[in-house]
């Protein structure tokens, strides 16, 4: 009925499956308003949900499939995972189209779970009744009151309490040192298996005249074993790997206003598979890899106190470099690209890794499909 990728993308609903054939018309019922505040927790993901657990989720109606979720529903690995209700009987109106969201709360009533054959997936299907169906409040998003609106987007430099005098940021042939630092954490489970990626990247650029010098260091870690379930019943076999390597590029700079244009002529990798502090492994060789940058303003957090404060924290605007086509030239290994994958856009800004004089961190999280992202200057 539904495609393995369409089931995975928007983790279908089997609304029009276990009401029977739509008619395809809008409906005309109008549905009460939801009680506010929601009485009962938001599905957010499959992970460790269980018989008698009772949640709501937002949909809206999409052809073919039915009613699918507002937003994706996070997964355990190599699962893909599906609500299926066994009281259709008692909403005929939901058998047509709605023209606006819709709310569903219900009860789990069972889990089932099924292996792909010879595939190291499986389709998991949660059987569960409606218990009230409502039309959900209206999210209203506040007009900005400024030119900083959210940390890792572009914001305008004039009057910005970090931006620094012209010429713009590398522009001048003076010495500069700008760095970055990129962290991503993915953490998948499922009922059988876990597995950890972390992957830390830090980069520094050196501009001195016309010469130019990169340097990347990454640390990257994998760790898979048994589910916590499994764990506490002796199940304590973990594989975990760990790989440092650290790339050097050295070439030229090329100015233009604000633009720069690094030319990379060398490369020099150095990788340590043992995880200490002495690499094993050294290559040198000839490169032709071009980097652009332009000095822009990117919306960033302050630091972390030192001391717990209860002071809300507000995004500031800051010079930096955005350099299209670094992260590209760092050695990230396998799961560390699969983990960037989906929050690539949210990592970077437009594409571009941004540089600063005392550096700016980047964060990254992906905990069972729900992802976090944070740009702060370091502390």
């Known amino acids: 009925m539904f495609s393995f990728a369409r089931r995975l993308a928007v983790l279908t609903l089997l609304v029009v499956a276990a009401l029977g054939a739509s008619a395809r018309a809008a409906s005309s019922v109008v549905f009460r308003p939801c009680e506010v505040p929601e009485r009962a927790p938001k599905l957010e993901t499959y992970t460790g949900i269980a018989p008698l657990d009772t949640f709501y989720v937002d949909v809206q109606w999409e052809e073919p499939e039915g009613f699918v979720p507002v937003a994706p529903i996070g997964r355990p690995l190599h699962h893909s995972s599906r609500l299926q209700w066994t009281n259709g ?26 292996k792909v054959p010879a595939q190291n997936r ?91 010098r990169l340097a990347i260091e990454t640390f990257d870690s994998t760790s898979f074993g048994p589910a916590r379930g499994a764990f506490q019943k ?21 100015r233009s206003g604000g633009n720069l244009a690094l030319q990379f002529a060398k490369q020099e990798t150095s990788v340590d598979r043992r995880g200490g502090i002495i690499y094993s492994e050294l290559k040198k060789s000839d490169v032709d890899q071009t980097v652009h940058c332009v000095a822009s303003g990117v919306a960033v957090m302050p630091p972390i106190p030192e001391q717990p404060s209860s002071a809300r924290q507000e995004p500031l605007c800051a010079e930096v470099l955005l350099c299209l086509g670094l992260v590209e030239l760092a050695p990230l290994p396998g ?12 990592v970077l800004v437009d594409g571009h890794l941004p540089l600063r004089g005392p550096g700016i961190e980047i964060r990254a999280k992906n905990l069972d499909g729900r992802e976090l992202t944070s740009f702060r200057q370091p502390r």
């Not at 969201?101 to 069972?110: D, E, Q, S, T």
């Not at 970090?162 to 970055?180: H, I, N, Q, R, W």
């Not at 799961?335 to 949210?346: C, D, H, M, W």
């Open 89 to 114: 009987e008692m909403w005929p109106s939901l058998r047509q189209a709605h023209p606006g969201p819709l709310r569903f709360r219900f009860k789990v009533l069972a889990a089932k779970t099924d």
């Open 122 to 212: 499986w389709w998991a299907t949660y059987s569960a009744e409606i218990e009230d169906v409502c039309t959900p409040p209206r999210v209203t998003t506040p007009a900005p009151t400024s030119s900083v609106i959210l940390e890792g987007r572009r914001c305008a430099l004039a009057s910005a309490p970090l931006a620094a005098s012209a010429p713009p940021l590398g522009c001048s042939d003076e010495p500069t040192s700008l760095k970055a630092s990129v962290s991503i954490v993915s953490e998948h489970g499922c009922s059988k298996s876990t597995e950890s990626t972390a992957s830390l990247s830090e980069f520094a650029l050196e501009l001195r005249g016309h010469s130019a």
């Open 234 to 254: 002796g199940q304590k076999d973990f594989t975990r790997n760990a790989v440092r390597w650290r790339r050097i590029y050295t070439g030229t700079v090329e």
């Open 335 to 346: 799961p560390a690209l699969e983990a960037l994958g989906p929050i690539a856009p949210r």
